[in-house]
């Protein structure tokens, strides 16, 4: 049903794409040029790309399906200054929450930031990393902390609290405040394009010494170089520096408890984990077994409420989608009625 879904989302997009967005920013492309994708465990949606008659958009799509809202994920590495900002121009055509999280160190500990309001038509939307706006496993997820390890971000999610709702918005000209190893990696990433190849080598090896600040850098020049040869430099640059580290024990155990709360691990299941027992362990008598297996028949009959629930929000959504492409077309068939007559 899932997959269905995105399918008709994607087949949608093209039609609603071609309606006029007013009023577009004069921003450079940042971040949204890089490659995005959805969550799993959010609702679902797709990413597209839009063109206006000055500007590349990214357009994130979303519907209902019991949660409480999408998430797009950009997977990078970056640095921000202790007093640095995150910032984006956003479209949309009705009033909805934004949020923006932020996945730190090799831990990925996550971090995100309160909500945010958007009103109908283009927004200018800052987040600051200093400000204890920002909800994490160490502050029990409520919103007292400043971003964690700001110089080392591995992946940003934006975050559309739509509940119940179906739509999608438009994002332009999202940019970072680097630190100084990444202000350096935007420097040397420059040098990839040199014809001489002493030069392109030693910038090669200073992009490799920076580790991950050089990532977004260089998916910077994946997104928007057009010269092949740059762009299979920087490919396997990507390549080297995105190996998978080894996080120390504290950090994996932070990690684990950020990805128990972004799955929703502990709120919606109430299946008992089982723990190992030492050879003097009790065995469990037949009352304890009947109970437990009585809390397993409780949680899966909730868990087939919510299924039944999820495929209710996906059947209305269907319907609107429907609704949706019978209103393009009676457009388009008033618009090729008006063409004819402006023609006499």
């Given at each position: 049903?899932r997959?269905?879904?995105l399918?008709?989302?994607?087949s949608?997009?093209?039609?609603?794409s071609?309606?006029e967005?007013?009023?577009?920013?004069?921003?450079?492309?940042g971040l949204?040029?890089g490659?995005?994708?959805?969550?799993p465990?959010g609702n679902?949606?797709?990413?597209?790309?839009?063109?206006?008659?000055?500007?590349k958009l990214?357009?994130?799509?979303?519907?209902?399906?019991?949660k409480?809202?999408?998430?797009f994920r950009?997977?990078?590495?970056?640095g921000?200054?202790k007093?640095?900002?995150i910032?984006?121009?956003?479209y949309s055509?009705k009033?909805?929450?934004?949020s923006?999280a932020l996945?730190t160190t090799a831990?990925?500990?996550?971090?995100?930031a309160?909500?945010?309001?958007?009103?109908?038509g283009w927004?200018k939307?800052?987040?600051?990393?200093?400000a204890p706006v920002w909800?994490t496993?160490s502050?029990e997820?409520k919103?007292?902390?400043?971003?964690e390890s700001?110089?080392?971000?591995r992946?940003l999610?934006?975050?559309?609290?739509n509940q119940?709702?179906?739509?999608d918005v438009?994002?332009?000209?999202?940019?970072?405040d680097?630190?100084e190893?990444?202000?350096?990696a935007e420097k040397?990433v420059?040098?990839?394009s040199?014809?001489?190849?002493?030069?392109?080598?030693?910038?090669?090896?200073?992009?490799?010494?920076?580790?991950t600040?050089a990532i977004?850098?260089?998916?910077?020049?994946?997104a928007r170089?057009?010269k092949p040869?740059?762009?299979?430099?920087?490919?396997?640059?990507?390549?080297?520096?995105e190996?998978?580290?080894?996080p120390?024990?504290a950090q994996?155990?932070?990690?684990a408890?950020?990805a128990?709360?972004?799955?929703?691990m502990?709120?919606?299941?109430?299946?008992p984990?089982?723990m190992p027992q030492?050879?003097?362990?009790?065995?469990?008598?037949?009352?304890?077994?009947?109970?437990?297996?009585?809390?397993q028949?409780?949680?899966?009959?909730?868990e087939?409420t919510?299924?039944h629930d999820?495929t209710?929000?996906?059947l209305?959504?269907?319907d609107?989608?429907?609704?949706?492409?019978?209103q393009?077309?009676?457009?388009?068939?008033k618009?090729e009625?008006?063409?004819?007559?402006?023609?006499?």
């Amino acid at each position: 049903m899932r997959a269905a879904l995105l399918l008709l989302i994607v087949s949608l997009s093209p039609l609603v794409s071609a309606l006029e967005i007013p009023d577009v920013p004069d921003a450079a492309p940042g971040l949204e040029s890089g490659e995005w994708s959805v969550e799993p465990w959010g609702n679902p949606g797709a990413v597209d790309r839009v063109e206006t008659k000055t500007r590349k958009l990214m357009k994130l799509i979303f519907v209902p399906a019991g949660k409480e809202k999408a998430a797009f994920r950009h997977g990078t590495g970056l640095g921000l200054p202790k007093s640095g900002k995150i910032s984006l121009q956003l479209y949309s055509e009705k009033a909805l929450d934004l949020s923006l999280a932020l996945s730190t160190t090799a831990a990925y500990l996550y971090h995100e930031a309160k909500r945010v309001a958007v009103k109908p038509g283009w927004n200018k939307i800052e987040f600051d990393v200093t400000a204890p706006v920002w909800k994490t496993a160490s502050s029990e997820w409520k919103y007292t902390q400043e971003v964690e390890s700001s110089g080392d971000v591995r992946a940003l999610d934006l975050l559309i609290y739509n509940q119940k709702s179906a739509g999608d918005v438009y994002v332009l000209g999202m940019h970072y405040d680097p630190d100084e190893p990444s202000k350096e990696a935007e420097k040397l990433v420059k040098d990839l394009s040199l014809d001489d190849a002493d030069k392109r080598a030693a910038s090669e090896k200073a992009l490799l010494a920076l580790g991950t600040p050089a990532i977004e850098a260089l998916n910077a020049i994946v997104a928007r170089d057009d010269k092949p040869e740059i762009q299979i430099r920087a490919r396997l640059l990507l390549k080297a520096l995105e190996a998978p580290e080894t996080p120390s024990p504290a950090q994996a155990l932070a990690g684990a408890a950020a990805a128990r709360e972004r799955v929703g691990m502990v709120a919606e299941s109430n299946v008992p984990v089982a723990m190992p027992q030492s050879a003097s362990a009790k065995t469990p008598s037949l009352p304890d077994v009947l109970a437990n297996a009585e809390k397993q028949l409780q949680s899966l009959r909730a868990e087939v409420t919510q299924l039944h629930d999820q495929t209710a929000a996906l059947l209305k959504t269907l319907d609107e989608a429907s609704n949706l492409v019978k209103q393009l077309g009676d457009k388009s068939a008033k618009a090729e009625e008006k063409g004819p007559e402006k023609s006499k």
